[in-house]
């Protein structure tokens, strides 16, 4: 098993099985087995009328190559399990689910200084591509944070820039 399937698609698959983190019922409808090379999405859980892809990273290395395979997620065009022949339903939206050996603030700092650099880029990337969520994992835990809140902090935060690393 591979790290990124080991600390953040598991986590991932128990948070949206766990009846007791909302009201609503999620259903796993495509887990890849990552002993192989699998070719579509890390994750895919649904519900009435909503449908998660995932695309999942482990950062234990640099963290623009990790960076990389998250940004063209979206633009591989990836097909999503299900039953008729399209390639996405109406109802889908792409999160990201990062987890890391870092300590998260280092995860945070670095994500939020990617961001900021063009901040109007990303707008239209999330709007464009659909990209509706960031989930966060850590020690089998679960955070998630809306996409364009994050980019909201990343525009706030893009006026500290001229500060030194350590001031921001």
Known sequence: MNPESKFVVNPLEKYFLDPRRSGAKWIIKYKPKFESSATG???QVERKNQVLLFEAKYIRGPFASAMAGLVIAPLTNKTEKMKSGKKKSWSSVICWA???SYRN???YQILLDYLARNSEFWECYSKI???KY???VENQRVA???FNKIINF???YKSS???SFHER
């Open 134 to 136: 960031i989930y966060f």
């Open 41 to 43: 999405w890390d994750l």
């Open 105 to 107: 603030n280092a995860v």
């Open 161 to 163: 820039l001229s500060k």
């Open 144 to 146: 998630k944070i809306s």
């Open 98 to 100: 990062i987890g890391s």
């Open 154 to 156: 990343a525009t706030g």
């Open 129 to 131: 591509l659909k990209v």
